[in-house]
């Protein structure tokens, strides 16, 4: 069990440009989850997977934020046409099946938009 | 919806006691915590089920009242350890949003 692994760890990219982070979770852990940290706030939820299906995104995500987690092992996560307000830490975190499970959380890509 | 946490910081010094509150406007299946160490990733605490189930860290207890959707973490005798940015989760059809945080300092 080597946690769940996020690339890159740090991104600085110029406003107007796309970056796309990868999460590799757990293995045979089958939900996988992004959040959004900003300074002194909580993970932000943007979205869940149950293997390779995307059950949920958040209302708050605008369309330029997209997900994928084909074959149900890793997933990505593209922002295109990056805003300053896109400045923050993006956590993966996984989690096996049952109610009575934790999530592990990765260390997590900080972007920032300058 | 996100849960909300109270209070938002507490300054406590080693031996000390303190409670943390956090409540949904959801019915709840279950209530995680975890705690944040500046620069690192949350770490899992405690996961507190309906009907009373607890797993989770030895030293730090919680309460968990379905009715009131509201769950209590207790740091009892703090330790310097215990300094970081507690959160709770709250589970609904395995989506897991987390409030604001608590922020902990404990000082020698």
């Known amino acids: 069990d080597t946690g769940v692994s996020q690339d890159p760890r740090h991104k600085i990219t110029k406003r107007g440009q796309n970056v796309t982070f990868r999460c590799d979770p757990i293995?045979?852990?089958?939900?996988l989850y992004w959040y959004r940290q900003t300074l002194g706030q909580g993970p932000e939820f943007l979205t869940y997977f149950q293997n390779e299906a995307q059950l949920e995104k958040s209302r708050l995500l605008s369309d330029r934020f997209s997900a994928e987690r084909p074959k149900g092992s890793f997933s990505t996560l593209e922002i295109q046409r990056t805003e300053q307000g896109d400045s923050a830490m993006y956590l993966c975190?996984?989690?096996?099946?049952?109610?009575?499970?934790?999530?592990?959380f990765g260390q997590g890509t900080r972007l920032t938009v300058v | 919806q996100q849960p909300v946490q109270s209070p938002q910081a507490v300054i406590l010094r080693e031996g000390e006691d303190a409670v943390i509150n956090c409540s949904s406007s959801k019915a709840l299946y279950s209530v995680h915590w975890y705690r944040q160490k500046h620069g690192e990733a949350p770490v899992f605490l405690m996961i507190l089920l309906k009907g009373g189930e607890q797993k989770g860290h030895e030293k730090i207890s919680a309460s968990f009242n379905e009715k009131k959707q509201q769950s209590s973490l207790y740091l009892t005798a703090s330790q310097l350890s215990y300094s970081g940015t507690y959160f709770c989760?709250?589970?609904?059809?395995?989506?897991?949003?987390f409030g604001a945080g608590t922020t902990v300092t404990v000082r020698a």
């Open positions: 989760g709250t589970d609904n059809d395995y989506k897991l949003s």
């Open positions: 293995s045979e852990h089958n939900r």
């Open positions: 975190a996984s989690r096996p099946t049952g109610a009575k499970t934790e999530a592990f």
